[in-house]
Nanobody, 115 residues
Framework: QVHLVESGGGRVQSGGSLRLSCAAS???????IGWFRQAPGKDKEGISC????????YYADSVKGRFTISRDNAKKTVYLQMNSLTPDDTGDYYC?????????WGQGTQVTVSS
């Protein structure tokens, strides 16, 4: 079982930046990694992911051009650089490791963007 720990959340003013980290207990070489967020009162949504083989990336329209996902397999960590944050980015952010067979979730980290 892969244990994931998110960090880097916090409170920031609109226009600010944060970098989230998703650290794994074991190698992520065989996992696609996704970042999800759940805004207050809303369903969890996938906002970005990065492939395990070619490092291909996906971004939801809501974050495209502002967020950048990256991975450092040697450090067993995936990052989400978030720039130009707005209050709409407020929520709990989770990473998920997907092997195609199993999913593992982290416990989440909270992001609050004030106007």
């Amino acid at each position: 079982q892969v244990h994931l720990v998110e960090s880097g959340g916090g409170r920031v003013q609109s226009g600010g930046s944060l970098r989230l980290s998703c650290a794994a207990s074991e190698s992520l070489d065989n996992y696609n990694i996704g970042w999800f967020r759940q805004a207050p009162g809303k369903d969890k949504e996938g906002i970005s992911c990065i492939g395990n083989s070619d490092g291909s990336t996906y971004y939801a329209d809501s974050v495209k051009g502002r967020f950048t996902i990256s991975r450092d397999n040697a450090k067993k960590t995936v990052y989400l650089q978030m720039n130009s944050l707005t209050p709409d980015d407020t929520g709990d952010y989770y990473c998920r490791a997907n092997s195609g067979v199993q999913f593992y979730w982290g416990q989440g980290t909270q992001v609050t963007v004030s106007s």
